[in-house]
C-alpha cells in the first residue's frame, strides 16, 4: 500500500469517526469532546499531510516520451551491457545512461529526474522517505547477486565448518595477531594459519574490503602484514590447495612407499641369499681340505671339488642379485624421499585460508571447502553459499544488485520494456559477467510484476512488505 492510499484511508476512517461522535455523542460528556477534538486535529494534520504530499508530486517534472533514464553505478556493470543489449532490438526506447554513483542516482530517482537507479546496494531508509515525502512508491528488481566465498583446501579440517562474520574480519584485519587456528576467537585445531586472496585489481577485493572489513576505500594497508597478495585468482586457490605438480607427488605417498617397502624386502632376502652363499662357500672349500688332509678317496674328494665348484656361481649370482635390488632399493628410496617431502608441504596447505567470488569457486569446488557463515548480529547461523542463499540473500556475505524504480516509472510502457528485456536476459548475462544469476522463480516473479500479472513488491516500513535496508558505503556493482 502507497503511503497516498495510507493517508486516503487514515483520513477515511477520522471522518467516519468524526461522524459518528457527532451524532451519538453527548455533548456534555468532556470525554467525547476531548476525543473529536483529537480525532478532528488528528483528520487536519493528515489531510494537509497528504495535499502536502500531492502538490510535491504534482510538482515532480514529466518523463520525457520513448525515453529511459538509468544513472547509479553503470559504468561497466551488468547494466551497461544490458543496454548495448536492448538498443539493437526492433523498437527499442531511447536509453540515457549516466554514471554518478548511487547516492546520486537516488536523489535523482526521488525527484523524479530519472526512472531507474543501477545499485548494489538496496535503497536507504532516508533516500525512500525522500520518495515517500513526494508521493512516489519503490520498487527494487534484482538482476543478479554476487558473494566472497571463505575456503581452505577441500578434504582437510581446521576443526570447523562456520565462522562468523566477525571472525572472518579477525583473520584479515591489520594487525591481526592470528598465526593458529586455535588462538581465541577462534579456538579451532591446533592448525597454522596463513591468509591470503586477491589483489586490489580484483573486484572481489573491494566488496570484501567494503563489507568485512568496513574499509570504506579498501586498500592492502586493510589487510594483516603477512596476508598472501595473489595476482590471479588461480594463484589464490594454489595458496590454499598447492600446486597441482605437487600435490600430483604427494598422491603417489602410499604406492610409493609400498613398492619402496617390497624393495626393501627384496634387499633384506638377497643379504641373507648371500650370507647363505658365503657360508657354503666356506664350508665346501673346508670339507675339500679336510678330505686332502684325510687322504679320502679319489671319488669322496670329487665330490668335495663339486661341492666348491657349485658353492662359487651360487656365491657369484647371490652378490649380483644383492647389488641389483639394493641399487633398486636406492632408487625407490629416492622417489620416496621426494614424495614424502611433498607429502609434508601439500599437508602445510592445511591451513591456509583464502577467499573467491562465488563463481570462481563454483569452478574448483572439488578443490576448495567453503565455511559458513553466520552474520554478526548472529540472527543468520552457519549459511553455506550456494545460488539459493546467495540469491536470497541470506548468506552474509553476499550482496544483490538491483534496479531500483518507482510504481509511476513502471506504469510507463518504455520501462517496462526495458526492464522486461533486462530480466529476460538477466541470468545468461550474470553468468557470462562471472556473477551470480537469479533462479527461475525470481526471474519469473519479477515479471509477473512487469505484465501486472501479480502486485509489485513494493520497498515499505517494516511493518509492511519489505523494509528498506539502513544506509551502507556506496559502491560500484562488480563486472
Partial sequence: MSRRQRLFGSLAACAVGLSLVTACSDPADNASDSVSQDQAANFRD???????????????????????????????????????????????AEIQVADNGEDQAFQELCSGQIDLVDSARPISRAEWEAC?????????????????????????????????????????????????????PLGFDDVPLKVGGPSPENNGFGFFGRYVLDAPEPSQVDLRSDYFLAQTDEEARRFVVGNPQLALRASRFDDVSRRRAQADQAVQDARNELLA????????????EKGIRDERSAADKAKDQARVDKAYPRLSDARIRYNRVKDRFAEWDHVYNGVSTARRLYAGYRGHVAYFRFSYYNLFEDQLRPFEITDSNGQVNCIFPSQRTIVSGEYPL?????????????????????????LRNAQEAAAEARLVPLTSETVDLELAW?????????VAPDDDAT??????????PAR
Fill in 467 to 476: 523494509a528498506p535496508a539502513q544506509p551502507v558505503q556506496s559502491e560500484k
Fill in 46 to 92: 493528515e489531510q494537509a499531510q497528504l495535499q502536502e504530499v500531492q502538490r510535491a508530486h504534482d510538482a515532480l517534472p514529466d518523463r520525457p516520451s520513448g525515453v529511459v533514464s538509468i544513472d547509479g553505478s553503470t559504468g561497466g556493470s551488468l547494466t551497461a551491457y544490458e543496454v548495448g543489449l536492448y538498443e539493437s532490438t526492433p523498437n527499442a
Fill in 398 to 422: 553476499a550482496r544483490q544488485l538491483l534496479i531500483t524504480t518507482t510504481t509511476d516509472s513502471l506504469q510507463r510502457g518504455e520501462v517496462r520494456d526495458f526492464l522486461t528485456h533486462y
Fill in 277 to 288: 652363499a658365503k657360508e657354503e662357500l666356506a664350508i665346501a672349500l673346508a670339507e675339500r
Fill in 132 to 184: 515517500q515525502a513526494v508521493g512516489l512508491d519503490v520498487v527494487q528488481f534484482q538482476v543478479a547477486a554476487e558473494a566472497i566465498v571463505i575456503a581452505i583446501k577441500s578434504e582437510t579440517d581446521v576443526g570447523a565448518d562456520c565462522l562468523s562474520v566477525d571472525q572472518v574480519r579477525d583473520l584479515y584485519r591489520a594487525g591481526s595477531p592470528l598465526t593458529n587456528w586455535s588462538q581465541p
Fill in 450 to 458: 512487469l505484465t501486472g500479472d501479480q502486485a509489485p513488491l513494493l
